[in-house]
């Protein structure tokens, strides 16, 4: 079972560092796909991590946020740098089988609960 932790409430331009970790399960083999849903909008994704380390990202955040994986820990982390309050939503991680699709929920299987980001201006 996937657990995101980490958001938090934040002023304008701070920074988050989201993790996200299985206990029962190794994510080694998993892409990891990072989503977020703001009050009120579709669940968008955000960025994405393959197994062997390669990102992507959406244009919204890219350059700002950082995706990255510690197998040792089994934990995927998300830094998120320079945060707007355009980017308050709640955020989810999800196992998938590669990142070409990373903006499509519906190919990403197991979700985590989501853990709460809120940008103040």
């Known amino acids: 079972q996937l657990v995101e932790s980490g958001g938090d409430l934040v002023q304008s331009g701070g920074s988050l560092r989201l993790s996200c970790t299985d206990s029962?399960?190794?994510?080694?083999?998993?892409?990891i796909g990072w989503f977020r849903q703001a009050p009120g909008k579709d669940r968008e994704g955000v960025s994405c991590i393959h197994h062997d380390g390669t990102t992507r990202y959406a244009d919204s955040v890219k350059g700002r946020f950082t995706a990255s994986r510690d197998k040792a820990k089994n934990t995927i982390y998300l830094q998120l740098n320079n945060l707007q309050p355009e980017d308050t939503a709640v955020y989810y991680c999800?196992?998938?089988?590669?990142?070409?699709?990373?903006?499509?929920?519906?190919?990403?299987?197991?979700w985590g609960q989501g853990t709460q980001v809120t940008v103040s201006s």
């Open positions: 999800a196992t998938g089988w590669d990142c070409s699709g990373y903006t499509d929920s519906k190919l990403f299987g197991a």
């Open positions: 029962r399960y190794t994510l080694d083999y998993y892409a």
